[in-house]
């Protein structure tokens, strides 16, 4: 079963502006980690980000994590047109295994 | 950097075939996972496997079945083809976890159309 959602499912914006997407699970974690899936590609792993941890950076990525909330957020910055892809989030609720999101697809429009 | 590798990118089979669907990883990763991906529905879990010979259930394994008989390969197979299989399978791998699941790795994915 889906541990985690994605909000919004789909996203489009314009070159360079910044891109958010949301991703709320129902469970506690351990970790939760972020992965991108270019068209009828396999998934590349972008972020993860620990329970004890709120904020994380990687290059124009910015990952934030609220365990009260149980929610993360994924921010894009000055977003390129080799971001469009799908993003999804994925917990850990049980050793082993991840639980990922149906995705969030978006498209960066030149 | 780890590769893994799955032996089609696209592949038609009929109903009522049986169907194998193999994946090498070169990173001597214990862990291997067979997913399928469906619009909407996300990434589902099928089969794991933690080791040689050692396999698990994941979320809908029904229809399914795995082997893995060497570390570095792990095998889908669809015992009976359904059209209800027609998907694309993505297979994955990781290291022994530490503390919560380590990342995965994942091939490029397999477009099964059943007919």
């Known amino acids: 079963s889906q541990q985690g959602e994605e909000d919004p499912q789909a996203l489009s914006i314009q070159e360079g502006e910044n891109a958010t997407m949301n991703c709320s699970y129902k469970?506690?974690?351990?970790?939760l980690q972020w992965y991108r899936q270019n068209s009828g590609r396999g998934l590349v792993h972008l972020i993860l980000?620990?329970?004890?941890?709120r904020e994380k950076h990687s290059g124009r990525l910015r990952v934030t994590l609220d365990t009260s909330k149980k929610s993360s957020s994924l921010l894009i910055t000055a977003s390129r047109a080799a971001d469009t892809a799908s993003y999804f989030c994925?917990?850990?609720?049980?050793?082993?295994?991840?639980?990922f999101g149906a995705g969030t697809t978006v498209t960066v429009r030149a | 950097d780890v590769k893994v590798t799955q032996s089609s990118r696209y592949l038609v089979k009929r109903t009522g075939e049986k169907v194998f669907l193999e994946c090498v990883q070169d990173?001597?990763?214990?862990?291997m996972f067979w997913y399928r991906q469906d619009p909407g529905l996300g990434l589902r879990l099928i089969y794991f496997?933690?080791?040689?010979?050692?396999?698990e259930k994941g979320d809908i394994p029904e229809g399914y079945s795995v082997s893995r008989e060497k570390k570095e390969r792990f095998s889908l197979i669809l015992e009976s083809a359904s059209t209800n299989q027609t998907s694309m399978y993505l297979c994955?791998?990781?290291?022994?976890?530490?503390?919560?699941?380590?990342?995965?790795?994942f091939g490029p994915g397999t477009r099964l159309t059943v007919l």
């Open positions: 994955a791998s990781s290291p022994i976890a530490g503390v919560g699941t380590d990342t995965q790795y």
């Open positions: 469970t506690s974690i351990n970790n």
């Open positions: 980000i620990r329970s004890n941890e």
């Open positions: 994925a917990t850990d609720a049980n050793d082993y295994k991840l639980s």
């Open positions: 990173m001597d990763h214990e862990n």
């Open positions: 496997s933690y080791d040689v010979k050692m396999k």
